[in-house]
Nanobody, 127 residues
Framework: QVPLVESGGGLVQAGGSLRLSCTASERTFSVYFMAWFRQAPGKEREFAAAINWNGGSTYYVDSVKGRFTISRDNAKNTVYLQMNSLKPEDTAVYYC????????????????????WGQGTQVTVSS
């Protein structure tokens, strides 16, 4: 098991920033491909960002490119999502996910790829 615990969500005004954290208790965290997904009310869970095992490759959905930055600190077993210039449409529950393929899978944007999930953290952006 790779229990994942997210933190850092909250209420912010449009244009503001938040930093989400996801910490894993598993000491082999460094070999996992990590991602952030989000789910807005009444919508399916969607891919937001991902990072490979050493942070050398990052991936983003078009709607967050230039505003969100994913990073990781393997010494702390933690992956981060820095969210800037937030918009009301970014409002969602944000979930951290882990895939035990270090370089990721060709279909890394799909929910089914990931073996482990956190409980989610709410992000609300007011207009």
């Amino acid at each position: 098991q790779v229990p994942l615990v997210e933190s850092g969500g909250g209420l912010v005004q449009a244009g503001g920033s938040l930093r989400l954290s996801c910490t894993a208790s598993e000491r082999t965290f460094s070999v996992y491909f990590m991602a952030w997904f989000r789910q807005a009310p009444g919508k399916e869970r969607e891919f937001a960002a991902a990072i490979n095992w050493n942070g050398g490759s990052t991936y983003y959905v078009d709607s967050v490119k230039g505003r969100f930055t994913i990073s990781r600190d393997n010494a702390k077993n933690t992956v981060y999502l820095q969210m800037n210039s937030l918009k009301p449409e970014d409002t969602a529950v944000y979930y951290c996910a882990a895939d035990n393929a270090p370089a990721g899978s060709y279909n890394y944007k799909t929910v089914e790829v990931y073996e482990y999930w956190g409980q989610g953290t709410q992000v609300t952006v007011s207009s």
